[in-house]
């Protein structure tokens, strides 16, 4: 059985960049797509990005190019990195894994259990 | 990008009631809609797919339903387990999937 586990930093101040890791065990990294997801008070959950073993990787435009995800299949993880953060990034960051049914669709179908990070001077 | 509205956002009920939420898209999206429950404290949990299709271990009391910009997720014989918040989801856009804001389920 699949599952994830996100790693971060927990508080983080202004300005700086946001690392996160998730790991993923019970499955290949490579059959699949992967993205990370926030949720905040303020914007509810909010796509951040997505990626695969192949390269592919797709960012939410309203992160204006903050974003940097990658995938490690040796140590069977996938990371986030975040710059310039401010307190309107404070939120629970998760990561999940796009399923793969008969249906052409994305779906969101295994999620770690979320970490929340602050930001805060 | 693709705006999403629930409504209600939130609603009281009792056990064994029928319960419904709307999901509305602000453009078509065929039937590129998933539905998620959430527990306070946990990650989101996929309940349907693509419109209607349950997804694996899920109740059959949870029926979803619609097209286009218009949705809706039933849930019949409402148990304990089922108060939590709903979410929408669309993945028409894949360049950016979005969220609805969410529906709360409390007891009444």
């Known amino acids: 059985q699949v599952q994830l586990q996100e790693s971060g930093p927990g508080l983080m101040k202004p300005s700086e960049t946001l690392s996160l890791t998730c790991a993923v065990s019970g499955d290949s990294i490579s059959d699949y797509y992967w993205s990370w997801i926030r949720q905040s008070p303020g914007k509810g959950l909010e796509w951040i990005a997505y990626l695969h073993s192949t390269g592919s990787t797709k960012h939410n435009p309203s992160l204006e190019g903050r974003v940097t995800v990658s995938v490690d299949t040796s140590r069977h993880q996938f990371s986030l990195n975040l710059t310039s953060v401010t307190a309107a990034d404070t939120a629970v960051y998760y990561c999940?894994?796009?399923?793969?049914?008969?249906?052409?669709?994305?779906?969101?179908?295994?999620w770690g259990p979320g970490t929340l990070v602050t930001v805060s001077s | 990008d693709i705006q999403m509205t629930q409504s209600p956002s939130s609603l009281s009920a009792s056990v064994g009631d029928r319960v419904t939420i709307s999901c509305r898209t602000s453009q078509s999206i065929s039937s590129y809609l998933n539905w998620y429950q959430q527990q306070p404290g946990k990650p989101p949990k996929l309940l349907i797919y693509?419109?209607?299709r349950l997804h694996s271990g899920v109740p059959s009391r949870f029926t979803g339903s619609g097209s286009g910009t218009a949705f809706t997720l039933t849930i019949s014989n409402l148990q304990p387990e089922d108060f939590a918040t709903y979410y929408c989801q669309q993945s028409w856009d894949t360049l950016q999937f979005t969220f609805g804001p969410g529906t709360k389920v409390e007891i009444k």
């Open positions: 693509a419109a209607s």
């Open positions: 999940a894994r796009h399923g793969a049914t008969t249906v052409d669709i994305d779906l969101f179908d295994v």
